[in-house]
């Protein structure tokens, strides 16, 4: 398949396959605590067999065109990943999700990543809108939509019981046109 270089650092973006399922365990375990504040499938893989479970899913989402999943790499070790959460290419709609161990944040590596993301969105596959949804508490989460450039259309109150507790979920978005202006001024 492919792998994207992110930068100087040896960041790297490559697809999440099934047959990675005991790397993606490793790095669960490694940052679960951490990765399962905002992140419910964090939760739900436990063993090899949910980990390839849930990377199957995405696999199969990714052949019928509805979603995929990317991890992130970094110095050779999957750290974390973005992912189309939804793809709908009827409407030109998708939603980008990501997630992160402790050992990848403050690094920019999903601001990088999604920008590859979007690019292909907008410019290979056509779509009008990316969105992005976090909870309102998760404050590194909007700040990469912050960084993408994105534009916070509103906020859906306790619609997602997580924890015990019903979360605000912030909806941000970012336009085709409104991408391809800011990539010509430099912004990207």
């Known amino acids: 398949m492919y792998a994207i270089s992110l930068g100087d650092d040896g960041a790297r973006l490559r697809p999440l396959e099934p047959w990675h399922a005991e790397e993606f365990l490793a790095h669960l375990d490694r940052g679960r605590d951490f990765i399962t504040q905002h992140v419910p499938f964090g939760s739900k893989v436990t063993d090899p067999d949910s980990a390839r479970a849930l990377l199957q899913s995405y ?7 509805h979603g995929s999943l990317h991890g992130i790499w970094l110095e050779g070790e999957l750290v974390g990943g973005v992912l189309f959460r939804v793809f709908d290419t009827a409407t030109g709609v998708c939603e980008i999700g990501c997630w992160l161990e402790p050992a990848g944040t403050g690094r920019g590596l999903v601001t990088r990543a999604s920008r590859v993301l979007i690019d292909w969105a907008f410019d290979e596959r056509g779509m009008h809108r990316v969105e992005w949804h976090a909870a ?3 404050t590194a989460s909007i700040d990469v939509a912050r960084r993408l450039g994105m ?10 019981p997580w924890r015990g507790l019903r979360q ?3 909806i941000w978005a ?3 046109p409104e991408w391809a202006l800011a990539r010509a001024r430099g912004d990207h």
């Open 168 to 170: 605000d979920y912030e």
């Open 174 to 176: 970012v336009l085709a």
């Open 59 to 65: 696999a199969d989402r990714r052949a019928a065109d």
């Open 151 to 160: 534009t916070r259309e509103g906020v859906l109150r306790a619609c997602y």
């Open 136 to 138: 309102s508490g998760n």
